[in-house]
């Protein structure tokens, strides 16, 4: 589940890229349609970005965890996120991880 990471990211500094694995290997096992939970790993998203965020913001790791803890969870909440694609694999992706990962199924299909 990731619940001593979760936890760890109040109070220790983890690597930058724990928030982005996590995501990718979420959508990689739900759009392969394995079952898995959708709540927690949107905690462990949220608390590991807000700890990689203390290291470019000058606030304290605990706050940004929480803040990202409680962030990423109401923003999936309220709606889907979009952004624009950098690597041109498609024009908008949405972080929802069923969606993501069938689009990123497609562009590895393709390629």
């Known amino acids: ?17 724990d928030f982005a ?10 759009g392969a349609g394995f079952k898995g ?18 290291l470019i913001l000058a606030l304290p790791t605990a706050l940004l965890a ?3 803890f409680v962030g990423v969870f109401a923003l ?7 952004f624009s694609a ?5 024009s908008a992706l949405q972080l929802k991880p069923r969606i993501s990962a069938h689009l ?3 562009w590895l299909l393709r390629n």
């Open 21 to 30: 694995a996590k995501v990718g290997l979420t959508a990689l096992t739900l």
């Open 66 to 68: 929480g803040m990202g």
């Open 104 to 106: 990123i199924k497609i």
């Open 86 to 90: 950098q690597l041109g694999m498609v």
């Open 37 to 54: 939970g959708e709540v927690t790993p949107l905690f462990f998203i949220g608390a590991t970005l807000g700890n990689a965020l203390s």
């Open 1 to 17: 589940l990731g619940i001593p990471t979760i936890v760890e990211a109040f109070s220790t500094q983890l690597p930058p890229w």
């Open 76 to 82: 999936m909440q309220l709606g889907d996120i979009n």
